[in-house]
C-alpha cells in the first residue's frame, strides 16, 4: 500500500490550461515535497512543504507552481498556465523517518500538455 | 555542475551474477546518500541509504561508500530478472544553507537487465 495517494494518474491538458495535482498522504505527516520526472530525464526536485509553508524551492518552481494544503490532509500542486514542457511524471513524496532524507514516493501523475 | 553522475548503462548481467552499480558526486560536503529503484513507468522505491563509509548490506544488496574518493556503489548478488530496473542513485546536499533534508540530487540512473 503506498505512504501516500496522487490523483490522477494521468492528466492530459491543452497549453495554457491550469492543472491541479493532488497528493494524498495515508497518515500524518509535516514534511512533503513534490518532484518531476520529464520522460528519460533526471528525477528532479521542485518545492518541500513543511507544516503548512514552503521550505524550500528550485528554480524550476517558478511563479506557474504553487503548493497547498488547504484542508490540512490533502497536498496539490498547481500549475498555472501549462506549457509543453510541463509535461512529466510529477511525484508527491514525503519523508520516511525524521531527520534523514529517505523519501518515499507516490505512484506519481503523469501531466501530458498538448 | 552535475552534482551526481552515473553510467546510463544499460549493464546487462546473467541471472546469478553480480551486478555492480557506480555513483560519484561533486559536493564534498554530502551527507547522505540512497539508491532508488525505479521500474518503467513507476516511481523511484527507496532500496538502500548509507551515511558513513564502509559497506552497509541488506538481503541481496549491499551499498558501498567512499567519501573520500566521493564514490558510491550498489553492488546486487545472485541477481534476479525481477532486479531488471533503473537504479538511480541520489545525494543530499542538506549541509547546504537553505537545503532541506528531502532535497536530493538524482543521477540520470542506470538500467539494469538480468537475463535468464
Known amino acids: ?114 | 555542475q552535475k552534482e551526481v553522475e552515473q553510467n546510463s548503462g544499460p549493464l546487462s548481467v546473467p541471472e546469478g551474477a553480480i551486478a555492480s552499480l557506480n555513483c560519484t558526486y561533486s559536493d564534498r560536503g554530502s551527507q547522505s546518500f540512497f539508491w532508488y529503484r525505479q521500474y518503467s513507468g513507476k516511481s523511484p522505491e527507496l532500496i538502500m541509504s548509507i551515511y558513513s563509509n564502509g559497506d552497509k548490506e541488506d538481503g541481496r544488496f549491499t551499498a558501498q561508500l567512499n567519501k573520500a574518493s566521493q564514490y558510491v556503489s550498489l553492488l546486487i548478488r545472485d541477481s534476479q530478472p525481477s532486479d531488471s530496473a533503473t537504479y538511480l542513485c541520489a545525494v543530499n546536499l542538506a549541509h547546504r544553507r537553505g537545503s532541506t533534508l528531502g532535497r536530493l540530487y538524482f543521477g540520470r540512473g542506470t538500467q539494469l537487465t538480468v537475463w535468464p
Not at chain 1, 1 to 30: A, D, F, K, W, Y
Not at chain 1, 40 to 58: A, C, D, H, R
Not at chain 1, 60 to 82: A, C, M
Not at chain 1, 85 to 101: I, K, L, P
Open chain 1, 1 to 114: 500500500e503506498p505512504e501516500v495517494t496522487q490523483t490522477p494518474s494521468h492528466q492530459v491538458t491543452q497549453m495554457g490550461q491550469e492543472v491541479i495535482l493532488r497528493c494524498v498522504p495515508i497518515s500524518n505527516h509535516l514534511y512533503f515535497y513534490w518532484y518531476r520526472q520529464i520522460l528519460g530525464q533526471k528525477v528532479e526536485f521542485l518545492v518541500s512543504f513543511y507544516n503548512n509553508e514552503i521550505s524550500e524551492k528550485s528554480e524550476i518552481f517558478d511563479d506557474q507552481f504553487s503548493v497547498e494544503r488547504p484542508d490540512g490532509s490533502n497536498f496539490t500542486l498547481k500549475i498555472r498556465s501549462t506549457k509543453l514542457e510541463d509535461s512529466a511524471m510529477y511525484f508527491c513524496a514525503r519523508q520516511h523517518v525524521a531527520n534523514t532524507g529517505e523519501l518515499f514516493f507516490g505512484e506519481g501523475s503523469r501531466l501530458t500538455v498538448l
